[in-house]
């Protein structure tokens, strides 16, 4: 019985449980748990028996307000929740009906930031009755507010509503970047020194990321939306190829009362041509200060092809524009005994020639683990089928696979040379007024050395014509040729001194090209050391 080994990378948005502690826990099921409210809570609000014999809180209102909002307020300690992720629940159960365009009923809290503007975030609860049900939803409470505040009640409704079980809890502080953001996630232009990522292009940026995503390895983090922030979400350290980055940035965290046994990052690198440490990161708490070095290969790597480092899991992988896989990865460094956190410092180590992108921070209690890579087995059995194979292998022709009718199979210069038409796009000589689009595949250093070398299937110019007429069945028209002069020159004694039977097999391959209509994009100059 034939079977097939996956590996898969068990990461992503998982759902995770708060840690930080308990801001509120009221069962709101005695007239106690009215202290604490608003001056005069108790005349719009009431405890009551209900038909299961449990209490609740009741509020009731037969006709609308003039402003609109009716309820109770309870004022909260900002300490305990600035900065943080927050989760708030409560049951209820309502009878409203909508007047105005809010929705009823009201589960809300709101803060003041520093600014003196008002954010909200508050329980969606659809119109109409219904009867007992758990609602809750986690916020990201900014960590410049100054005051903040709970609601219960109605907004823009008449009706009964009524609350049992209110818990608000403190959990991770999920640092906002977009202050000292520099860069977003999608760059429309290559090399203009501003946009987004790592200032590349639309082919080679972050478009694609799921930056709405809350948790990423269960690690909660706070990811700045761009449109809510001129465009930028990311911070962007300086290298040789992006001198408009950041060298370092501040976070100040002195509203913070939250200590952290851990630090967890978002962050990724493009172009890391060496090893040495990308950067630094200083932790100040009340008590003690802590720095890290962040280094490439432990806890950072490569966004193309990211793969496990020791420090470094891939926790979010995509194509970008140009159809190559790429991603970000998570990393967690332990924390002294620092007290309260007050600030951290991030800056460039100035020896690194990489981009370090940082796309969020997080501090907690908690030790979170990494995500784990398992083994699934693919067998056959009553479901699932082996699909049977040709037994020459490959495409057969006339099957769903023959792509071939996307190359014509005219000999390379049927139709004069290729050119670059008026409208600026590729053409043949011939005919000019048609684009002609080139379907590429790659032949790489790795796999060139295997091609002339160890594969058996390309020992022998019979196999060199197989493969050609393979490429033409799955409807290439061109083909990559990577580390020629490497490849040509294996076991040279000289410069220029080519190994004969290789390249009696590459001019071997290109004319079969040529002749099934496959042109060549080939490499003048590839190894560092040339043609030597």
């Keep these: 019985m034939k079977r097939h080994c996956l590996t898969l990378l068990l990461a992503g948005g998982f759902a995770t449980s708060l840690l930080a502690g ?120 900014p960590q410049d507010i100054v005051s903040a505040n709970l609601f219960l009640g109605l907004q823009g409704g008449t009706g009964v509503i009524r609350y049992r079980n209110l818990k608000l809890e403190a959990g991770d502080t999920v640092l906002d970047l977009g202050k000292v953001a520099n860069m977003g996630y999608a760059d429309p232009i ?4 501003k946009g987004g990522w ?33 465009g930028k979400s990311v911070l962007t350290f300086a290298s040789k190829r992006f001198p408009n980055g950041l060298t370092s940035v501040e976070i100040n965290l002195a509203k913070n009362d939250g200590k952290a046994n851990n630090l967890y990052l978002l962050h990724t690198l493009t172009f890391p041509d060496s090893y040495p440490p990308v950067g630094t990161i200083t932790i100040t708490g009340a008590k003690d200060s802590q720095t890290l070095k962040i280094v490439n290969g432990r806890d950072v790597a490569n966004w193309w092809m990211p793969s496990k480092k020791p420090n470094a899991f891939p926790v979010a992988i995509w194509q970008n524009g140009g159809g190559n896989q790429v991603g970000v990865y998570l990393s967690k460094f332990k924390l002294n005994d620092l007290g309260a956190i007050r600030k951290l410092q991030i800056s460039k180590e100035a020896a690194s020639t990489a981009n370090w992108i940082i796309l969020g921070a997080t501090l907690s209690e908690r030790d979170y683990p990494f995500p784990q890579t398992a083994a699934v087995t693919m067998r056959a059995d009553q479901k699932w089928k082996v699909l049977p194979l040709p037994s020459k292998g490959g495409i057969v022709a006339g099957s769903a696979l023959d792509l071939s009718f996307l190359n014509d199979g005219k000999p390379a210069g049927t ?16 005919h000019p007024e048609r684009p002609i689009r080139f379907l590429a595949t790659a032949e790489a250093a790795a796999s060139w050395r295997g091609f002339w070398a160890n594969k058996p299937q390309f020992d022998s110019k019979e196999k060199i014509r197989e493969y050609v007429r393979q490429l033409r069945l799955a409807g290439y028209n061109m083909i990559r040729i990577h580390f020629l002069d490497e490849i040509l020159l294996t076991k040279a004694e000289k410069d220029l001194d080519f190994n004969a039977d290789y390249l009696d097999r590459f001019d071997f391959l290109v004319a079969e090209c040529g002749r099934n209509g496959i042109y060549l994009n080939m490499d003048a100059m590839t190894s560092r050391l040339g043609y030597a």
């Design 415 to 430: 139709y004069g040379r290729v050119i670059i038409n008026k409208d600026g796009h590729f053409a043949f000589e011939q």
């Design 22 to 141: 308990t801001v509120l826990n009221l069962p709101l099921n005695h007239a106690d748990n009215l202290n604490g409210w608003n001056r005069g809570a108790e005349k719009t609000a009431r405890i009551l028996t209900e038909q299961d014999g449990k209490n609740a809180l009741e509020i009731r209102l037969e006709k609308p307000m003039e402003n609109h909002v009716y309820g109770i307020i309870r004022n909260l300690e900002t300490t305990r929740i600035a900065g943080k992720r927050v989760s708030l629940s409560a049951d209820v159960k309502r009878d409203i009906k909508v007047y105005q365009k809010w929705q009823g009923g009201k589960l809300m809290l709101s803060v003041k930031l520093a600014s003196g503007k008002y954010d909200y975030f508050g329980i969606y609860m659809e119109p109409g009755s219904f009867g007992w049900k758990t609602l809750s939803k986690s916020f990201d409470i």
């Design 198 to 230: 790592s200032d590349q292009g639309p082919e080679n940026d972050a478009s694609k990321f799921r930056w709405k995503q809350t948790t990423f390895g269960n690690v909660p983090f706070h990811l700045t939306d761009p449109a809510k922030n001129q």
């Design 190 to 193: 290559a090399g203009d020194g």
